[in-house]
């Protein structure tokens, strides 16, 4: 009887470490170092056969053709920082120039378009709404406190002038990266009393061309941007609330969080409808649940410097610590997190979930690589 219990104990043990350390416990880390010292690779993303990065110290833009290990590098403009690829066109921030670069792969012309705000440093480029032949884009603007919303015809984009690439090879290093799994307490905060809501806020809208701005009509910063399915943007501002702008009125409702929280990154693309945030000032990954008003902090252990954040196809969210060297994800049922240490000096900087929605690219901007963590 006891010889029965113990194998049962075992069994359930067993059972329990296959559950923690199943397909989440290791992962196949692949690098592409860049050839070019001091790259600082800001933006990635990517196509069926090719992974895009912009290279921020470089002032190109890297096309790595994943079939041959070849890599062009196309020169872009000054500081290209976010990246879009949409309908075979690739969008670029050049966030020293305050323009936007659209470079057309299968013709290697690049045009440049100037935003209407000098100084701005463009830097996060997101996808908006998707339709046919044409792009739909938003823009951080932080230096000039604005966000910006792209919107153009793709047969109206010139055609642009003929860029020469530089072609190199690049060999992938694959390794085992194994993870650590944390389990923390979460806190859960009733932001507004029974019955309230959020309160409001007016922006100042401006049109110029291809191009709507708005800032703040009382001023003030703007961080990170993110993009619902109804067409409104969620804004994070580094304070302890965040803005839902609807781009057709100018108006943004005013959503409060825990106090002194300060929202330096936000992420409105989960199915289940929260509204996931950085809390600097706590080092917290936090959800705002639009139906309660209840907002739910999980202290992230370690924290440094959270820069980035994702969702996956099995909505766990996924971020970036630059100054750790870490990409982890947040189970938020199970209030575990799950850690995947990188070499060090890698610094990740951008994260992008892969063609099946689970693997996760990254640009590793102090490490000089494109790399990924495949399942």
Known sequence: MRRAVALSLIAL???????????????????????????????????????YATLYGA??????????????????????????????????TLSLEDRLAV????????????????????DRLIAALWSPNAAHLGI????????????MAESEIPAGGSVEPTTSRIPLTASTIYARSVSVQPQTVLVYPLGAGPTSETFVETVRGPFTEWQLARGGSLEDLSFEASGRFWIARRDATLLRLDPMTGAAEVYALPLKAQATLVDAAGYGGGIVFFDAQRGALGELDLHTGNVTLWPLPGARDVVALAFDAEDRIWFADRDADV???????????????????SGPVALTPGLDGLDLWFAAQDGNYIGKLGR
């Open 103 to 122: 470079f057309r792969p299968t013709t290697e012309t690049l045009h440049k378009i100037a935003l209407p705000t000098p100084g701005g440093r463009p």
């Open 59 to 92: 002032d190109t833009l890297a096309a790595l053709d994943l079939r041959t290990g070849r890599v062009d590098e196309i020169p872009v403009g000054d500081g290209p920082y976010g990246i879009v690829v949409e309908d075979g066109y690739v969008y670029v």
């Open 327 to 345: 990409v982890g994800s947040l189970d938020r049922d199970a209030n575990t997190f799950t850690l995947y240490d990188l070499p060090a000096g």
């Open 140 to 151: 951080a603007e932080p230096r000039a406190g604005r966000i910006a919303r792209f919107q």
């Open 13 to 51: 043990i067993l059972g329990i470490g296959l559950g923690l350390y199943g397909a989440e416990a290791e992962r196949e880390l692949v690098i592409w170092q860049l050839p070019q010292a001091g790259s600082r690779p800001a933006g990635v993303a990517w196509t069926k056969n090719t992974v």
